[in-house]
């Protein structure tokens, strides 16, 4: 995948963090849905220990996703783009969106699926924040 500038980047960028990767796109209205609970997330636990990998399949590129980050007020998130979907097919994400939760070696991902997450619910926000802010996942 590639950020906002085509700089290529890999998940072992990431090392030492948990990553929830998701993969959307800015004309899948389900993704748009669960965008700024995602947003929310990283604006809260985001950081040292824990990151949102917001990946987008858009073929229009980081200005499309720029324009919809600021239409729809997402702040937190960073552009990263996934061209041909070549990340999205390696990980087996047949529909969009989809998020997957990467550990902090970059193994052991555990699919979320494509329903909406509530990631401030306390049923998944809890758990998840508790071992980023301890350093246990």
């Known amino acids: ?8 980047k890999t ?49 229009a590129g980081a200005l499309a996703i720029r ?8 702040s937190a998130l960073k ?10 097919r390696k990980f087996g994400a ?3 969106p989809t998020s997957v939760l990467i550990d902090r070696s970059c193994g052991w991902p555990r699919r979320m699926g494509s329903p909406r997450i509530d990631c401030l619910d306390p049923v998944f926000y809890g758990p998840l924040g508790l071992c980023c802010l301890k350093g246990r996942f």
């Not at 995948?1 to 290529?8: C, I, M, P, S």
């Not at 324009?67 to 997402?74: A, D, E, H, S």
């Not at 552009?79 to 990340?87: N, S, T």
Request: aromatic share 10%; proline share 4%; hydrophobic share 40%.
């Open 94 to 96: 047949n529909s969009l």
């Open 67 to 74: 324009q919809f980050y600021k239409k729809t007020g997402v």
């Open 1 to 8: 995948f590639v950020d906002d500038q085509g700089a290529q």
């Open 11 to 59: 998940l072992k960028d990431m090392r030492g963090k948990v990553v929830l990767v998701n993969f959307w796109a800015t004309w899948c209205a389900p993704c748009v849905r669960e965008m700024p609970a995602l947003d929310a997330l990283q604006k809260r636990l985001g950081g040292q220990h824990f990151d949102v990998l917001a990946i987008s399949s858009d073929r």
């Open 79 to 88: 552009i990263y783009l996934d061209p041909g979907a070549r990340m999205q």
